[in-house]
């Protein structure tokens, strides 16, 4: 099993600032015959589903505005907010889909500082 | 838009079968694999299994000795039994439909509280 760690657990950040949310694997997700990191990112808010926001490490779904960005390659990835909004508070959940058991991070909390 | 909605009974018995439907509108189950997932109290996310249109299934190895996903194109929907349930099983319920040429998941239900008690 792949086991994914998110750090910090939980983090504040002020309004316009930059946040920044660190997920490793245990080992690499990055498939060699085509050059991808079988990676996403997901935002889930307080009563609500999670939201797929990043696929392929830094692919952005449709939709999602591009202050978010993902970044980092085979057991190192990186979610960046370029610039935190208010509606950005919630639980941001890295994936691995490399191997079977698609396993989740364990999740980190951001909040408005 | 596809919309995923989730049902079944909140309160299952220790040692009884979790039984959930999943409903999928707005689109149809075909092209598509369809996942359930859960997300346990104050915890993380579990990726359970998925299912394809045809009927072809990949379970969690975790749960492979309990779980069993099923679908319904005609009625276009889902379903998840999962057997020999214990408080451990306690936690939201979601389906949700796998994106394309991944194994993310880009529409998901509300998900359904399903409580493990006597």
């Known amino acids: 099993d792949i086991v994914m760690t998110q750090s910090p657990d939980s983090l504040a950040v002020s309004l316009g600032e930059r946040a920044t949310v660190n997920c490793k694997s245990s080992?690499?997700?990055?498939?060699?015959?085509?050059?991808?990191?079988?990676l996403a990112w997901y935002q889930q808010k307080p009563g609500q589903p999670p939201k797929l926001l990043i696929y392929?490490?830094?692919t952005r779904e449709s939709g999602v505005p591009d202050r978010f960005s993902g970044s980092g390659s085979g057991t190192d990835f990186t979610l960046t907010i370029s610039s935190l909004q208010a509606e950005d508070v919630a639980i941001y959940y890295c994936?691995?889909?490399?191997?079977?058991?698609?396993?989740f991070g364990q999740g980190t909390k951001l909040e408005i500082k | 838009q596809v919309q995923l909605q989730e049902s079944g009974p909140g309160l299952v018995k220790p040692s009884e079968t979790l039984s959930l439907t999943c409903s999928v509108s707005?689109?149809?189950?075909?092209?598509?694999?369809w996942s359930w997932i859960r997300q346990l109290p104050g915890k993380g996310l579990e990726w359970i299994g998925y299912?394809?249109?045809?009927?072809?299934?990949n379970y969690n190895p975790s749960l492979l000795s309990r779980v069993s996903i099923s679908v319904d194109t005609s009625e276009n929907h889902i379903s998840l039994k999962l057997t020999s349930v214990t408080a451990a099983d306690t936690a939201v319920y979601y389906c949700?439909?796998?994106?394309?040429?991944?194994?993310?998941?880009?529409?998901w239900g509300q998900g359904t509280l399903v409580t493990v008690s006597s």
């Open positions: 949700a439909r796998v994106k394309e040429y991944t194994t993310t998941f880009d529409f």
């Open positions: 080992q690499s997700v990055l498939y060699s015959s085509n050059n991808k990191n079988y």
């Open positions: 707005g689109g149809s189950l075909s092209g598509y694999y």
């Open positions: 994936q691995q889909y490399f191997t079977t058991s698609y396993n």
């Open positions: 392929w490490a830094s």
């Open positions: 299912i394809y249109y045809s009927g072809d299934t």
